[in-house]
Each structure stands twice: as C-alpha cells, then as structure tokens.
C-alpha cells in the first residue's frame, strides 16, 4: 500500500455501532466491563482510547513501522526516549538542534547523572569519534532547526548498532512523506505532531514510532506509568491532519523552492540555508533519504544586525510572526528570540544561529503573494 493511501486509511475504519466513516472521538475517561478483566481491551483511557489508537497505528503505518505511541506534546515523546535510559548512560546529539530538546536534555535529565555530547553530525564519521561503552542513545534531527544541516541517517545508524545504542531520529521537519528513517535503520522516530502531521495549528502532540517490539513494550510503559497522553479530540484532529499530509508537504515543498531561488538572489539577503540547493554541503544525502526538500528554510541578512531582522519579522503581513512550524499559514520566527532563546548565545552562534538568521516555515498561499510579502518588506 502506498503512502497516500495509507495517510488516509491505515489504523482507520467505520465505527461498528454506526457505520460513521471518521473515527469518533471517544470522549471517556473509563470503559465498562462486562467481568472482572472481561472488556472489549479498553480499560482507562490513560493507557488506551479508541481514538487515540487508531492515530497511533496511522503514524505507525506512515513510518513503515508497526508500534506509534502519541504524547502531550513533542517534549514528553522526547521525555519518554531518555527515560528509557539509566544514570551514568551517555547521549550522542546532533549540535544543532531545537532549543526545547536542548532545554530538556541540559537542564531536566543531565542532573539525573545522563551526559549529554553536542556533536557536529554533517560528517556523520565524526559521531563514531564520541562514542564510549557508556553511549547508549545517539538523537538525530535531520533537516536540523534551524540550520538546515543534513545528516546522514543510514550511516549513524550503523555507528549505532555498532555501538550497542539506540539511534532515535526527529523527523519533524521532514515527516514521514519526505523521508522514514526506519527503513534507513533508526530504532526510533519521534515527531512533534503539532507541526506538519496536524498541519492546522490547533493541537500540541507528540509521536513515537518504532518498529522494536521490545522498544515498544518500553515505550508503552513509560507512556502509561508517567501518563503524558494526548486527549482524545487533539488524536482525531491530527489523524484528520494525517489524511492530508502528502498534498500539503508537496505545496510546502513547491513554495519552499521557488521562495529558497528567490531570497538566494536577493541583495539585502548574505546566506540562505536550504537542503535542495546543490550547493549544500549534504544535498547528496538529503536527494538519497529525502524525496523532496520541503518547506522550512532559513536565511541571514547582510550586516548581521539583530535589529534588521527584527525589523524585517515586524514588517511581514502574510507570513505571521509566531512559534511553531508545519501549518498551511506561512510563519516567520527569529531562532536567536524564541524558538532557540534557551540555548546560551555561544552555543548559539557556534551552529551559526546568529542574530540576524531568520527562519520561515513556508505554507501553502499562492507562492506570488508569499514573495510580494518578503519583497515588501526586505524592502
């Protein structure tokens, strides 16, 4: 089955009782049972719901996996990885990531005595020079926030297994219909849902996946002991979401182009990071994993004044200044000042997030106005 056909019907059927062709939302807390251990394998909602089930086997479909796992938020999905860990394991991560991952990784788990390495994965070699006995996790973002590096998912997957340790990958950016790390030997995918799986902007979620029967069983206790689950409406508004994913990650994909040519051109703008430029030091690897390049893309202005880009983020009247990424509206974000503000300016700037670099997150407008929008107020 291929991938639009299982975005729209995998995990999915017609409610029994009604013949309803979208799943309902079971808005329960609790099932009755007919016996003492005698139900329909619904028991409390915390560990299981009809709606949320269904959302779980989709994702897992789409990532060419068979156990997903949906959380409260991208951050609790993460959570529920590390916790997989014990004291005195060690993480290898990519050095350029999103600032909550680095938040909760730094300042949440490293007190628990888990060490955490920051390492520049482009070359995905120089991951192998990290590693130790103790290195139980490497965590991947490939395309990365908001540097847009690429990183080769198949070869640190073989350092991984090598290794012993699990390789868990964030394929937010990407999601499942540019590109599934499962079948390039990840362990694990994790997602914030709120972005591209919802696509609207109206829910906060998170997602695992995995293909490990034996990571699942994990994965599904952690899920049900610590009880970070997403509610039953948010499950079926980003399955809803799911159902649309390929016809919109192609339009971000589109307008994501033709927007990356168009800044790459412009006078006032210096660098313009994008993975389907030939010029990228991985496009190799991003054409190789990725079927198409999509539609986050970021740029620096010339000069590098923190108050140009200001300026320019205050100035824009389709894209909307705000947090987040994935929707159908266009967004435009300053990393220094919000998404990535938690990680220390030095830190920051090593990655090359300096204080004019700007990030879009390319929706589906007519791609003529987007650029009319960016002109006006380059200009």
Same mark, same amino acid.
């Given at each position: 089955?291929?991938?639009?056909?299982?975005?729209?019907?995998?995990?999915?059927?017609?409610?029994?009782?009604?013949?309803?062709?979208?799943?309902?939302?079971?808005?329960?807390?609790?099932?009755?049972?007919?016996?003492?251990?005698?139900?329909?394998?619904?028991?409390?909602?915390?560990?299981?719901?009809?709606?949320?089930?269904?959302?779980?086997?989709?994702?897992?479909?789409?990532?060419?996996?068979?156990?997903?796992?949906?959380?409260?938020?991208?951050?609790?999905?993460?959570?529920?990885?590390?916790?997989?860990?014990?004291?005195?394991?060690?993480?290898?991560?990519? !050095?350029?990531?999103?600032?909550?991952?680095?938040?909760?990784?730094?300042?949440?788990?490293?007190?628990?005595?888990?060490?955490?390495?920051?390492?520049? =994965?482009?070359?995905?070699?120089?991951?192998?020079?990290?590693?130790?006995?103790?290195?139980?996790?490497?965590?991947?973002?490939?395309?990365?926030?908001?540097?847009?590096?690429?990183?080769?998912?198949?070869?640190?997957?073989?350092?991984?297994?090598?290794?012993?340790?699990?390789?868990?990958?964030?394929?937010?950016?990407?999601?499942?219909?540019?590109?599934?790390?499962?079948?390039?030997?990840?362990?694990?995918?994790?997602?914030?849902?709120?972005?591209?799986?919802?696509?609207?902007?109206?829910?906060? =979620?998170?997602?695992?996946?995995?293909?490990?029967?034996?990571?699942?069983?994990? =994965?599904?206790?952690?899920?049900?002991?610590?009880?970070?689950?997403?509610?039953?409406?948010?499950?079926?508004?980003?399955?809803?979401?799911?159902?649309?994913?390929?016809?919109?990650?192609?339009?971000?994909?589109?307008?994501?182009?033709?927007?990356?040519?168009?800044?790459?051109?412009?006078?006032?703008?210096?660098?313009?990071?994008?993975?389907?430029?030939?010029?990228?030091? !991985?496009?190799?690897?991003?054409?190789?994993? =990725?079927?198409?390049?999509?539609?986050?893309?970021?740029?620096?202005?010339?000069?590098?004044?923190?108050?140009?880009?200001?300026?320019?983020?205050?100035?824009?009247?389709?894209?909307?200044?705000?947090?987040?990424?994935?929707?159908?509206?266009?967004?435009?974000?300053?990393?220094?000042?919000?998404?990535?503000?938690?990680?220390?300016?030095?830190?920051?700037?090593?990655?090359?997030?300096?204080?004019?670099?700007?990030?879009?997150?390319?929706?589906?407008?007519?791609?003529?106005?987007?650029?009319?929008?960016?002109?006006?107020?380059?200009?």
């Amino acid at each position: 089955m291929k991938f639009a056909t299982k975005a729209i019907h995998a995990g999915v059927h017609p409610d029994e009782s009604t013949g309803a062709i979208m799943t309902p939302i079971y808005q329960t807390s609790t099932y009755v049972q007919d016996g003492v251990g005698n139900h329909k394998g619904y028991e409390y909602s915390r560990t299981l719901n009809p709606t949320r089930h269904a959302l779980e086997k989709n994702i897992a479909a789409i990532e060419n996996a068979r156990f997903g796992a949906a959380f409260g938020s991208g951050l609790a999905a993460i959570d529920c990885v590390v916790k997989m860990l014990h004291p005195g394991d060690e993480v290898i991560s990519t !050095n350029d990531l999103y600032g909550g991952t680095y938040r909760l990784f730094t300042t949440i788990f490293a007190k628990y005595g888990i060490k955490f390495q920051f390492v520049d =994965m482009s070359d995905a070699s120089n991951v192998a020079n990290y590693v130790t006995e103790k290195t139980k996790l490497i965590w991947v973002e490939t395309p990365t926030n908001p540097m847009m590096n690429i990183i080769d998912i198949e070869a640190v997957a073989k350092i991984a297994k090598q290794a012993g340790a699990l390789l868990a990958v964030d394929n937010t950016f990407a999601t499942p219909y540019l590109q599934t790390p499962i079948d390039l030997g990840a362990d694990i995918v994790m997602h914030s849902a709120t972005k591209y799986l919802g696509g609207h902007s109206d829910v906060v =979620m998170g997602i695992l996946v995995t293909d490990n029967e034996e990571i699942s069983k994990e =994965m599904y206790r952690i899920q049900n002991s610590t009880g970070a689950v997403t509610a039953p409406m948010d499950s079926f508004l980003v399955l809803r979401g799911i159902k649309t994913l390929h016809l919109r990650v192609q339009r971000h994909c589109e307008n994501g182009a033709k927007i990356a040519h168009w800044l790459a051109k412009h006078p006032k703008v210096d660098k313009v990071y994008w993975p389907g430029f030939e010029s990228h030091p !991985n496009h190799a690897i991003a054409k190789k994993q =990725m079927r198409d390049f999509g539609g986050m893309i970021s740029f620096t202005l010339k000069g590098n004044k923190i108050e140009d880009a200001h300026a320019l983020v205050k100035k824009v009247e389709i894209f909307a200044l705000a947090e987040s990424l994935g929707g159908v509206e266009s967004l435009i974000g300053h990393p220094a000042s919000m998404t990535h503000a938690s990680i220390p300016k030095e830190e920051r700037e090593k990655t090359g997030v300096v204080d004019s670099l700007i990030r879009l997150s390319v929706g589906v407008e007519d791609v003529e106005d987007l650029i009319a929008d960016l002109e006006q107020a380059l200009r």
